[in-house]
């Protein structure tokens, strides 16, 4: 970036220099109207913006633009003003320069209050004092003119002037407070008590002493100005806290939100006591329901996470008030104000909150119905309070009983996501406390008649098959579960009728159509409380008109009966598992025979259905365990061991969460223990040592992070040279007229173009352009200007692109300028150009990896129709060394558990996870083993919402084995 640009205090747009040179700009400026002498002036600052001099106009520009008396011409001259180089070379003042500041003097005496506001703020950015020091008594009588404008623009010209150059107005500080002492617009007190602020703080507070009483009724600028004075005056002078703090009390009362967030924020640095705390916190709470910008609402949520991190005690008793921003429909505020409330739950408020949890609950779903779809913010949002009560019972194991019960009512929910982790945590919760366990299995017995969705069938029926123990058990969930699959046996009734008419089951057979069959099912009652109703129905009435559908084809029947193999196999495995126990137990030999054939039926359905050969088998083999006492150690394994490895990952996630709570906490501890021990070391802001970091010392200090924060980014820019040099990228050749490179620099959605220019020929050229363009989901939104390179002389430009998505895209163009020599048969100027070489993007600057749950990444990857599959070829020997290698080439994080990858094993599946900086999902599957010569083979799906996406990541998934695994 050239001097001129970093200098300049404004931007201009796009704007074409290309087409007129130095003697038609002074002719127009000379001889043109009025408008002609305006669109030259606007012409020339913008080629000066754009690195030409044009210095030899300038006093054209002083002899027949200066006396024009037209506003907007004199806005213009302003401009100009402000961009043009005031010096010679040798550093001192041109002598034209006079002659401008004797215009400028006549502007701020002007008797138009716009020509003087203007002229004030063009003396905020002169920084010659040259110009300035004959301009200061002119600065000063404007505090005095009848229009706030003038008299606000002063006072920020005094500001600017003495900030600057305090040795030419030595008593600004005391004007400014005379000043501020009379003046009655907001607007000119806020600037000059600002003033007073940066430039004389002692000074400023005691103007802010006098006038406290009356600060509550001042304007909300001056009020916002007084508490930062407040906080620095406070850090440099603790015993003065005690003055301020009633006047910082008085300001959460204002009607200014900014006031009152800018006093709640100034309340809780000055004091820890728990009145402050609880006043700032109650604060917080009523700007979160004032405000709609959901923006306000997450830096409010951000300060509150800030507060409980040392007086988590305090704010427990404001999460009531906290749990009401729920009612935010976004998705990023209900997670921050759930995550912080979960954080803050006690003893005393888990009954609240969970009562809470449940009386928002019924009402989201009460939108079921309209908004049903998994990927809605409603369903997210279900599943959201589904996991925070799952949380609220891991932590207060008392309201264990409360929580089954609402989770497993949310079984019957049409969104079979939620229905799912709802079963799934009240399985969790069985197998976390087995006092819960007969309560969990009468329960779930209700909960199978309502199930609206396979996903919660498949859990209820795993839940009654695994968890039922005692005889009793067993029997009642023997008949929760034949009652949704009965008449037997399971086949359609239309299939039913049709054999009876054919008397293949002889004469009672043929009356079994026209017999009355119970069927059971779920009802609503007022109290909005479940229970089961028994219907009698015809099997043979509802045969005709619907395609053979009948009324007792429901539930789990209509699931089996209708191809769903995965019902029709978790029921097979229930029945046999439940027929199993009972004939341990010596049970009921009816339930029992019904559970075979219920089997039975399910096989038959599978097999009707075209089922898979696996599932075919799977059910036959469930037969045999169940109907064969002679296998008894492969049945006893079969009913045992997959409630203990449900145990053990019950028992590995809770330990998981456990460590995170442990975590969280202990960083919370540390941070509350810096100001517990007695014997802490006390530091004093006046005695740090210089090198000294004030957040090391405990020290609250808005100006040691400003310094901390420009340091770092002083170490950043020195440690970036490296990582430019890296980025380095040959546009032309060595031998091109114009040698040209650039460093590309990658910034969330835009990317910047350095370009360096050199001119190694032995002429001067002119109007030398960077024509760059891009191709795909790009676009050039600056655009570099002409200029003039001599001879050998190297300039910078930049360009910058605007990226929209991830889409693959390649930059290139030319490079044209103007030459005499390649003209010289015509006497003229040719034009020439050097193409420049492309620059391929790299979609990994805008992958970052990312974490997803189980359920929302089958959900994405069933919805998403974009997949590259990527055939496995390395010579790699090893499944987890081929996964690192992928994790590393495309920059994603594995969701697949890391001890379920520990071992030797020949083959190995895997999911990956990123997210692009436009919030597009990126998915991945790796799924190898190792061939018998021993190398990996396999295949890498890749999956997204956009095309994009899904080819880049497999370019570099399948560059990584040409080059990056066969080099290792």
């Not at 002007?110 to 300035?132: A, D, F, Q, S, W």
């Not at 015509?826 to 150009?833: E, F, V």
């Not at 997210?915 to 991945?924: H, I, M, N, P, Q």
Request: charged letters at 25%; aromatic letters at 6%; glycine letters at 4%.
């Amino acid at each position: 970036m050239s001097t001129i640009e970093k200098n300049s205090t404004f931007l201009l747009p796009v704007f074409d220099v290309s087409n007129r040179n130095e003697a038609d700009l002074r002719k127009a400026l000379e001889n043109g109207s009025l408008d002609e002498k305006k669109e030259a002036l606007k012409y020339i600052i913008a080629a000066m913006l754009n690195g030409n001099k044009l210095s030899n106009l300038l006093m054209s520009i002083i002899r027949f633009l200066v006396p024009q008396p037209d506003h907007e011409l004199k806005k213009l001259l302003m401009l100009y003003w402000e961009v043009v180089d005031k010096k010679s070379a040798d550093g001192k003042l041109l002598p034209e320069m006079i002659l401008v500041c004797n215009n400028l003097r006549n502007d701020l005496i002007h008797p138009n209050e716009y020509v003087r506001g203007c002229t004030l703020r063009l003396m905020c950015k002169l920084k010659e004092p040259e110009i300035l020091e004959p301009l200061v008594t002119s600065i000063q009588q404007c505090l005095e003119h009848r229009h706030s404008y003038v008299r606000r623009n002063a006072v920020l010209a005094i500001y600017a002037v003495y900030q600057s150059f305090p040795y030419l107005m030595p008593d600004a500080p005391e004007v400014v407070e005379q000043f501020l002492t009379g003046e009655t617009d907001p607007s000119s007190r806020r600037s000059a008590f600002m003033m007073l602020y940066h430039c004389d703080q002692e000074r400023a507070t005691n103007w802010l002493v006098r006038n406290m009483e009356e600060l509550p009724s001042m304007s909300d600028m001056v009020q916002v100005i007084a508490l930062e004075l407040v906080r620095r005056a406070c850090r440099e002078n603790p015993a003065e806290k005690s003055r301020f703090i009633p006047t910082v009390f008085a300001l959460l009362s204002v009607r200014s939100d900014a006031v009152r967030f800018s006093a709640a924020n100034t309340l809780a640095r000055l004091s820890s006591a728990s009145a402050a705390v609880r006043a700032a916190a109650e604060t917080y709470c009523q700007l979160l329901q004032s405000q709609s910008d959901n923006n306000v609402k997450l830096v409010v949520l951000g300060r509150l996470h800030s507060l409980r991190k040392v007086n988590a005690g305090v704010l427990q008793d404001c999460i009531m008030d906290l749990l009401k921003v729920l009612s935010t429909p976004n998705m990023d505020v209900r997670t921050q104000a759930l995550d912080l409330a979960l954080d803050l739950v006690g003893p005393k408020s888990i009954e609240d909150v969970i009562l809470f949890l449940r009386r928002e609950l019924q009402r989201v779903s009460e939108d079921e119905a309209t908004d049903s779809g998994s990927g809605s913010d409603t369903a997210r949002y279900r599943r959201l309070l589904a996991s925070s009560i799952r949380s609220c019972s891991l932590k207060f194991p008392e309201v264990s009983r409360q929580v089954v019960t609402l989770l497993l009512e949310a079984s019957s929910s049409p969104d079979a996501d939620f229905a799912s982790d709802a079963v799934g945590f009240a399985k969790e919760m069985a197998i976390a406390y087995p006092e819960l366990r007969a309560e969990v299995i009468a329960q779930a017995c209700v909960a199978l008649h309502a199930a609206a969705t396979p996903a919660a069938v498949r859990n209820l029926l795993w839940l009654l098959g695994e968890l039922a123990a005692a005889p009793d058990q067993v029997r009642d969930a023997l008949e929760a579960i034949l009652s949704q699959v009965r008449p037997l046996p399971l086949r359609r009734a239309d299939d039913a009728a049709a054999a009876a008419a054919a008397g293949e089951n002889g004469p009672a057979a043929s009356a079994a159509p026209h017999a009355a069959a119970v069927a059971v099912r779920s009802v609503v009652l007022a109290d909005g409380t479940y229970s089961t109703q028994a219907v009698e129905a015809s099997v043979g009435s509802g045969a005709a008109g619907d395609g053979g559908a009948s009324e007792l084809d429901i539930g789990v029947r209509a699931m089996v009966l209708a191809g769903d193999h995965a019902v029709a196999v978790s029921l097979g495995a229930a029945l046999c598992k439940l027929a199993i126990k009972a004939q341990d137990a010596h049970g009921d030999q009816r339930l029992i025979t019904e559970a075979l054939l219920g089997c039975v039926g399910a096989l038959r359905a599978c097999e009707a259905t075209k089922a898979t050969s696996d599932i075919v088998a799977r059910l036959s083999q469930l037969l045999r365990l169940a109907s064969d006492p002679s296998l008894a150690p492969l049945r006893a394994a079969f009913v045992e061991c997959g409630s203990k490895a449900f145990e053990e990952f019950v028992a590995r996630r809770r330990a998981d969460d456990a460590e995170v709570h442990r975590k969280s906490a202990g960083e919370d501890a540390d941070a509350a223990s810096k100001a517990v021990p007695p014997d802490a070391l006390l530091s004093a802001r006046q005695l740090r040592r210089g090198g000294e970091d004030a957040a090391d010392a405990g020290i609250d200090d808005d100006d040691a992070d400003l310094a901390r924060a420009l340091t770092l980014a002083d170490q950043a820019r020195e440690s970036d040279f490296a990582s430019r040099l890296r980025r380095v990228t040959q546009l032309t050749g060595f031998a091109d007229p114009v040698y040209a490179e650039a460093i590309v620099t990658i910034h969330s959605f835009d990317i910047v173009l350095d370009v360096l220019l050199v001119n190694q020929t032995g002429e001067v050229l002119q109007n030398v352009v960077v024509d760059v363009s891009a191709q795909g989901e790009m676009r050039l939104v600056e655009r570099p200007q002409p200029l003039t390179l001599a001879i050998g002389e190297a300039r910078r430009v930049t360009c910058s692109i605007k990226v929209s998505n991830t889409e693959s895209g390649n930059i290139f163009g030319t490079i044209e300028y103007d030459s005499s020599s390649s003209g010289a048969v015509t006497g003229g100027r040719d034009k020439n150009s050097v193409a420049l070489n492309e620059i391929q993007l790299d979609i990994a600057d805008y992958i970052k990896p990312d974490r997803c749950s189980d359920t929302d990444f089958r959900k994405m990857w069933s919805d998403f129709e974009w997949e590259n599959k990527v055939l496995v070829k390395t010579n790699l020997t090893n499944t987890k060394d081929y996964l690192d290698y992928v994790m590393k080439a495309t920059n994603m994080a594995c969701l697949t558990p890391l001890e379920q990858l520990e071992g030797d094993c020949p083959f190995l599946s895997a999911n990956l996870y990123a997210k692009s900086v436009f919030g597009e999902d990126a998915l991945l599957n790796v799924s190898v083993e190792c061939e018998p010569s021993g190398y990996v083979c396999g295949n890498v799906r890749i999956r997204s919402k956009t095309q994009g996406i899904a080819l880049n990541l497999g370019e570099k998934v399948s560059w990584k084995q040409d080059i990056g695994v066969s080099s290792e």
